[in-house]
C-alpha cells in the first residue's frame, strides 16, 4: 500500500507543479503575481475562501480535536463560518475602493502611518505562523503514513518546497488553479473515505451513547468552546488572506458571492472530519489522538485510501497557500516595495517572488521550533483580535485619536508576552485580558473624540 500511496502523492506533486507553471504566463506583472489583475469570477474566490479554512487544523487537528472531545470540537471552526458571513456583509467597508491590497489599506484608512505598520507587522506575524503551521501538519501527515520512510522533518520539508515551489511561480493566480485541485480532492477524498467508515462500521453508533461524544460541549464545557469560536471570530474578519482573495475578485458582487459558497464548501467537509475522528476513537481507541485520521487508512481498500490520503495532504497546501501569498502581498506592498524605493514593475514582480520564497524557508524554519499546533495558533491569533477590535471600534467612532489605536496595540503585544513570562496563560487565555484592555482604551478614545466634537 505504501507504494500505491508515494505513487499518488507525487503524481498529484508533478500536477501541482504542473499548474504553477502553466499560469506563470498568467503572472508576468506584479498585480497579476500578488491579486491576480483583480479578476478572479466566483468560483476561484469560493475555493480560495475554502482552501483558507480547510487547513491542516481543520481537518487533521479537527479529526484530532473529536477523537478527544467528540462532536463539541467544531465549536473551534464556527467562528470562522460566522465571521466569513460578516466579512461577506462588510465587504463594501473593508474593500473601500479598488486600491485595496492587505490590512494596512484598511487600518491606514483610519489611523496614522505608526498605527498602520505596527498592525501590519503584527498580521505578518500571523500569517507566517499559519504557513508554518500547515507545513508542521504536512511533517505530521507523512511521517505517520510513511512510518520508517519520510521522517517528520522530511515530510515538513516536502510540504513547504511543493507549495512554495508552485505559488513562486504563478503567484495568486496559481493559488486559486492549485485550490480548484486541492478542494475537489479534498471533498471527493474525505467524503468517499468517511462514508465508507460511517457504512461499514457500527463505530458512530457505538460513540453515539459514548459519555460526552454527541453533546453540545462536550467535556470541554461551555465557556472553553465559546472561547475557542470567539477567538476565531476575531481572527478571521480581517485576516489578510481573505482581504488578499476579495481583492482579486472582480467585483464586490463577485467577492461576496464567493466569500459565502467559500463557507458553505468548507462547513460539511469539516464536519465529516469530525465524524471521521469519533469513528476513529472507537476503532483505535489507544492511538495517539494525531493519528486519528491516517489511522482510517488501514481499514480502507486502496482506491478508497487513496483518495483519503490526498484528502488529508492537500489542506495543508489549500490554506498554506493562501496564507503565503497573503503574507507577501502584505509585505511587499507594505514593507518591501517601499524600503527599496521600487517603481518598476519588473523590480516588484522580482521582490515579489523572492519574498515568497524568503517566507516559506522561514516558516519552514520556524516549524522545527513548533510544541503544539492547536493552542499555538490561538495564542498568536490575540493579535489579529487586537486589529480586529480597533478597526471596528473605528468606524464607530469616526476619528479616534491614532495614539489609542497605537497604544492597544501595543498593550496587546505586552499582554501576551506577560502571559508567556508569568504564566498567566495557564489560568486564562490571552484573548480576555487583550479584549479588555483594548476595549478600555478604545472606549478612552471614542469618549475623547465625542467631547472634541461637542458644542
Known amino acids: 500500500m505504501k507504494g500505491i500511496y508515494l ?9 501541482l507543479w504542473l499548474t504553477g507553471l502553466y499560469v506563470t504566463r498568467r503572472s508576468r506583472s506584479s498585480e497579476a503575481y500578488l ?74 484608512d483610519l489611523y496614522d502611518k505608526k498605527t498602520t505598520r505596527l498592525a501590519g507587522i503584527l498580521q505578518l506575524i500571523f500569517s507566517i505562523w499559519c504557513v508554518t503551521m500547515q507545513i508542521v501538519g504536512g511533517g505530521a501527515i507523512l511521517s505517520v503514513i510513511f512510518i520508517d520512510h519520510i521522517s517528520f522533518r522530511e515530510g515538513m520539508v516536502l510540504t513547504a518546497i511543493v ?35 460511517v457504512c461499514n462500521t457500527d463505530a458512530l453508533a457505538r460513540m453515539v451513547n459514548t459519555t460526552h461524544y454527541f453533546t453540545p460541549f462536550g467535556d470541554l464545557g ?3 468552546v465559546l472561547s475557542w469560536a470567539y477567538i476565531n471570530l476575531t481572527l478571521g474578519v480581517l485576516a489578510q488572506p481573505v482581504i488578499n482573495t476579495a481583492s482579486s475578485a472582480k467585483n464586490l458582487n463577485e467577492g461576496k458571492k464567493g466569500i459565502l459558497i467559500g463557507n458553505l464548501i468548507a462547513i460539511p ?37 487513496v483518495f483519503f490520503l490526498l484528502s488529508m495532504w492537500a489542506p495543508l497546501m489549500s ?38 520564497l524568503s517566507i516559506g524557508a522561514l516558516s519552514l524554519l520556524l516549524g522545527f521550533f513548533v510544541k503544539e499546533i492547536l493552542r499555538e495558533i490561538t495564542w498568536i491569533a490575540v493579535f489579529l483580535s487586537a486589529i480586529v477590535y480597533i478597526v471596528f471600534i473605528g468606524w464607530v467612532g469616526n476619528r479616534i485619536n491614532s495614539l489609542f489605536a497605537y497604544i492597544s496595540l501595543l498593550g496587546t503585544i505586552l499582554i501576551l508576552l506577560g502571559s508567556f513570562l508569568f504564566g498567566f496563560y495557564k489560568i486564562i487565555h490571552p484573548i480576555w485580558p487583550v479584549t479588555i484592555f483594548v476595549v478600555m482604551v478604545m472606549g478612552a478614545g471614542l469618549l475623547s473624540s465625542l467631547k472634541k466634537r461637542a458644542p
Open 163 to 197: 507549495f512554495t515551489l508552485y505559488n513562486v511561480m504563478g503567484g495568486f493566480v496559481a493559488t486559486a488553479y492549485t485550490n480548484m485541485i486541492h478542494i475537489c480532492t479534498i471533498c471527493f477524498g474525505i467524503f468517499l473515505g468517511g462514508l465508507y467508515v
Open 319 to 356: 490554506s498554506g497557500s493562501p496564507f503565503l501569498m497573503g503574507a507577501t502581498t502584505l509585505a511587499v506592498k507594505g514593507y518591501v516595495a517601499p524600503a527599496l524605493n521600487l517603481s518598476n514593475d519588473k523590480k516588484v514582480l522580482l521582490a515579489s517572488r523572492i519574498t515568497t
Open 35 to 108: 491579486v491576480a489583475s483583480r479578476g478572479l469570477s466566483v468560483p476561484f474566490i469560493s475555493v480560495l475562501i475554502a482552501g483558507t479554512w480547510i487547513g491542516g487544523v481543520s481537518i487533521v487537528g479537527m479529526a484530532q480535536g473529536a477523537y478527544i472531545h467528540g462532536i463539541s470540537a467544531l465549536w473551534f471552526q464556527a467562528g470562522i463560518w460566522v465571521a466569513m458571513c460578516i466579512t461577506a456583509l462588510m465587504l463594501p467597508r473593508i474593500m473601500k475602493g479598488r486600491k485595496t491590497y492587505s490590512i494596512l489599506d484598511v487600518v491606514g
Open 7 to 15: 505513487f499518488a502523492i507525487i503524481g498529484y506533486i508533478s500536477l
Open 269 to 305: 467537509v469539516v464536519t465529516m472530519a469530525a465524524l471521521c475522528g469519533i469513528a476513529a476513537k472507537h476503532l483505535f481507541p489507544a492511538i495517539p489522538s494525531l493519528s486519528a485520521l491516517p489511522s482510517l487508512l488501514a481499514i480502507m481498500p486502496p482506491f478508497v485510501a
Open 222 to 224: 461551555a465557556f472553553q
